[in-house]
T-cell receptor, first 112, second 113 residues
Framework: DTGVSQDPRHKITKRGQNVTFRCDPI?????LYWYRQTLGQGPEFLTY????????KSRLLSDRFSAERPKGSFSTLEIQRTEQGDSAMYLC??????????FGQGTRLTVV | GENVGLHLPTLSVQEGDNSIINCAYS??????FIWYKQESGKGPQFIID?????DKRQGQRVTVLLNKTVKHLSLQIAATQPGDSAVYFC????????????FGSGTRLQVQP
């Protein structure tokens, strides 16, 4: 499968714990995006990378959130001191320049 | 900013009929538009896209129409099948250098056999 891959698919964590998610984009794609989706809503943009540079961050991305793409390939999204409001589906997408973005299956986070 | 809205939260159609899902956007600087299909528990799946220099684009059983004058986008699905049942999102991108897609809240398409 050469699509966008996300790991883990599901994560349950206790409030206050840190979590990290991984995204492997389609190999020839230079752009990588993170979105968050809550039930019944469309995905909301969090941040995006072009190669290893993080070029844009949403106001939704609080100080507890950090994303990296150190070698311009895979990316990680870390949430520190998780809160119940962080419970959502975290989606990764990739594209080549301004062409269509393809999404992964997402990581569903539940904070208890 | 960009507000993207869908006219109907749920659309129910008979198998074999054509479906039309509508989307309105607010920012005239929007220049790239994508329709996604999302099934339960899965990530959004790309269906078709269109740029602002076009007003119509066709794919396999799907057509996207763009009316920049009234800032309206529609997705037409021909001969709707049960496998088309899902939530459909329109997403827009602006030509201001900001590369984030802004999604609408989605329309649920239910195909009745």
């Amino acid at each position: 499968d050469t699509g966008v891959s996300q790991d883990p698919r599901h994560k349950i964590t206790k409030r206050g714990q840190n979590v990290t998610f991984r995204c492997d984009p389609i190999s020839e794609h230079n752009r990588l995006y993170w979105y968050r989706q809550t039930l019944g809503q469309g995905p909301e943009f969090l941040t995006y990378f072009q190669n290893e540079a993080q070029l844009e961050k949403s106001r939704l991305l609080s100080d507890r959130f950090s994303a990296e793409r150190p070698k311009g390939s895979f990316s990680t999204l870390e949430i520190q001191r998780t809160e119940q409001g962080d419970s959502a589906m975290y989606l990764c997408a990739s594209s080549f320049q301004d062409t269509e973005a393809f999404f992964g299956q997402g990581t569903r986070l539940t904070v208890v | 900013g960009e507000n993207v809205g869908l006219h109907l939260p749920t659309l129910s159609v008979q198998e074999g009929d054509n479906s039309i899902i509508n989307c309105a956007y607010s920012n005239s600087a929007s220049d790239y538009f994508i329709w996604y299909k999302q099934e339960s528990g899965k990530g959004p799946q790309f269906i078709i896209d269109i740029r602002s220099n076009m007003d119509k684009r066709q794919g396999q059983r799907v057509t996207v129409l763009l009316n920049k004058t009234v800032k309206h986008l529609s997705l037409q699905i021909a001969a709707t099948q049960p496998g088309d049942s899902a939530v459909y999102f329109c997403a827009v991108m602006m030509d201001t250098g900001r590369r984030a897609l802004t999604f609408g809240s989605g329309t649920r398409l239910q195909v009745q056999p």
